[in-house]
């Protein structure tokens, strides 16, 4: 995957319409943001772009929108936080047809270093799904650069992110990527690519089906490679241990055997879960007061069920860090929502606040628990895109990073 890519320093923008694709899916309740974490990610690119003298277009899409477009998938609440924290009005075209007439006379009343956002950009459902042509030419006729800044939305070959490219390329404009793309392909890129060593791995979450590439890709660039969660439950059902009435992906048993047997073979460290913390059922609501105790994996009554890594398994697993150069960790060790069942994880979050390794988080659950539990600023790099992130760890080339420039 060429990484070598165009980014907003390599491009001169200076009275040129910009069109950004950036993420602004954020949390909505109520009409107001209650995470404001992907707009703050996106403002050095777009401080940047006002500077060098720019007409800024920023587009994005928010929520699924499942029924056609509607006013609480709108963009306004992200217009007016955006004019707030850039100290200059935003001018929100709120046209559900994002491309209309309306956004066609915004842009032609920019003045250089002027800021327009489009309306939701999945208003206009399958045209930007499923990548279609008159969309991604709309959306290219007003503009004369295009920058992709959605490291969250790069897994998709949308309309705003793979389509319109083309489209700019063809009428002799540039396509480049923003800071926070530029962060994520070196980070992302060069611990897969390029890792300093020892590199360990760290997967969590509940489905080994989720994560059957990166497993495999893993193993083949990582060092040690790290398993916990519900998925490793499969793992240890594989290795014939009695695991209750624990998460177990049956079609996945035998993919798990291949998996450890890959390991051996190529002479790398795969480790489970040697005690695990059990209790008689999931707890309701998932934040509920729950009885637990801490049993040896192999020893897991037929009654109950593993929901966390153990205490020994969280030694063991922070003592694999202490040595590592690079540390990348996609996935919780357990049921963290739950305070009683976040040990591990908040056990696995310490070791790597505590390492001088380059650490970085794959978006998703794992961000939400590092974030919730006071880890972010110990770690080097955290992904804003949990799919994304996956997908990269996976070593596919992403849409969104293949159809930017290369330097």
Same mark, same amino acid.
């Given at each position: 995957?060429?990484?070598?890519?165009?980014?907003?320093?390599?491009?001169?923008?200076?009275?040129?319409?910009?069109?950004?694709?950036?993420?602004?899916?954020?949390?909505?309740?109520?009409?107001?943001?209650?995470? %404001?974490?992907?707009?703050?990610?996106?403002?050095?690119?777009?401080? $940047?772009?006002?500077?060098?003298?720019?007409?800024?277009?920023?587009?994005?899409?928010?929520?699924?929108?499942?029924?056609?477009?509607?006013?609480?998938?709108?963009?306004?609440?992200?217009?007016?936080?955006?004019?707030?924290?850039?100290?200059?009005?935003?001018?929100?075209?709120?046209?559900?047809?994002?491309?209309?007439?309306?956004? =066609?006379?915004?842009?032609?009343?920019?003045?250089?270093?002027?800021?327009?956002?489009?309306?939701?950009?999945?208003?206009?459902?399958?045209? !930007?799904?499923?990548?279609?042509?008159?969309?991604?030419?709309?959306?290219?006729?007003?503009?004369?650069?295009?920058?992709?800044? =959605?490291?969250?939305?790069?897994?998709?070959?949308?309309?705003?992110?793979?389509?319109?490219?083309?489209?700019?390329?063809?009428?002799?404009?540039?396509?480049?990527?923003?800071?926070?793309?530029?962060?994520?392909?070196?980070?992302?890129?060069?611990?897969?690519?390029?890792?300093?060593?020892?590199?360990?791995?760290?997967?969590?979450?509940?489905?080994?089906?989720?994560?059957?590439?990166?497993?495999?890709?893993?193993?083949?660039?990582?060092?040690?490679?790290?398993?916990?969660?519900?998925?490793?439950?499969?793992?240890?059902? =594989?290795?014939?241990?009695?695991?209750?009435? /624990?998460?177990?992906?049956? %079609?996945?048993?035998?993919?798990?055997?291949?998996?450890? %047997?890959?390991?051996?073979?190529?002479?790398?460290?795969?480790?489970?879960?040697?005690?695990?913390?059990?209790?008689? %059922?999931?707890?309701?609501?998932?934040?509920? !007061?729950?009885?637990?105790?801490?049993?040896?994996?192999?020893?897991?009554?037929?009654?109950?069920?593993?929901?966390?890594?153990?205490?020994?398994?969280?030694?063991?697993?922070?003592?694999?860090?202490?040595?590592?150069?690079?540390?990348?960790?996609?996935?919780?060790?357990?049921?963290?929502?739950?305070?009683?069942?976040?040990?591990?994880?908040?056990?696995?979050?310490? /070791?790597?606040?505590?390492?001088?390794?380059?650490?970085?988080?794959?978006?998703?659950? /794992?961000?939400?628990?590092?974030?919730?539990?006071?880890?972010?600023?110990?770690?080097?790099?955290? /992904?804003?895109?949990?799919?994304?992130?996956?997908?990269?760890? !996976?070593? $596919?080339?992403?849409?969104?990073?293949?159809?930017?420039?290369?330097?």
């Amino acid at each position: 995957m060429g990484l070598n890519k165009k980014s907003v320093d390599d491009i001169n923008v200076k009275g040129k319409r910009v069109l950004v694709r950036c993420d602004f899916n954020v949390p909505l309740k109520d009409g107001e943001i209650t995470d %404001e974490t992907r707009i703050k990610a996106a403002l050095p690119t777009i401080q $940047k772009l006002m500077k060098d003298g720019g007409k800024v277009i920023l587009c994005s899409h928010l929520g699924k929108v499942k029924n056609g477009p509607n006013e609480g998938e709108s963009l306004a609440p992200v217009a007016k936080r955006l004019s707030e924290k850039l100290g200059k009005p935003v001018n929100f075209v709120a046209d559900y047809h994002v491309t209309g007439e309306a956004a =066609a006379a915004a842009v032609a009343a920019m003045n250089e270093g002027d800021v327009v956002l489009l309306q939701n950009t999945r208003f206009r459902g399958k045209e !930007e799904t499923k990548n279609g042509e008159d969309f991604s030419k709309e959306l290219a006729d007003l503009c004369d650069v295009y920058v992709c800044d =959605a490291f969250g939305s790069s897994h998709r070959a949308h309309a705003s992110v793979a389509g319109v490219t083309d489209v700019v390329r063809a009428k002799g404009g540039e396509c480049a990527v923003g800071y926070l793309m530029s962060k994520e392909i070196d980070f992302l890129g060069n611990a897969v690519e390029n890792p300093v060593r020892p590199f360990v791995a760290i997967l969590g979450g509940a489905k080994v089906a989720d994560k059957l590439n990166v497993i495999s890709n893993l193993l083949e660039k990582c060092d040690t490679l790290i398993i916990g969660g519900g998925m490793a439950y499969t793992f240890l059902k =594989a290795k014939g241990y009695e695991i209750g009435t /624990s998460l177990a992906d049956e %079609e996945k048993i035998g993919y798990c055997k291949e998996m450890m %047997e890959k390991a051996e073979k190529l002479g790398k460290k795969l480790l489970l879960p040697i005690d695990t913390t059990i209790a008689k %059922e999931f707890p309701n609501p998932i934040d509920a !007061e729950i009885e637990v105790s801490v049993v040896p994996s192999d020893a897991i009554p037929a009654d109950m069920m593993g929901l966390d890594i153990g205490t020994k398994t969280a030694e063991l697993y922070a003592d694999a860090v202490k040595s590592a150069k690079t540390v990348v960790w996609n996935g919780p060790m357990g049921v963290f929502e739950n305070p009683i069942l976040a040990k591990g994880t908040i056990a696995v979050a310490r /070791s790597l606040a505590d390492t001088d390794a380059t650490t970085i988080i794959g978006g998703g659950d /794992s961000a939400a628990a590092v974030n919730q539990l006071g880890f972010a600023d110990k770690m080097s790099h955290i /992904s804003t895109g949990g799919g994304a992130s996956l997908e990269f760890l !996976e070593g $596919k080339e992403l849409p969104g990073v293949a159809a930017a420039d290369d330097k």
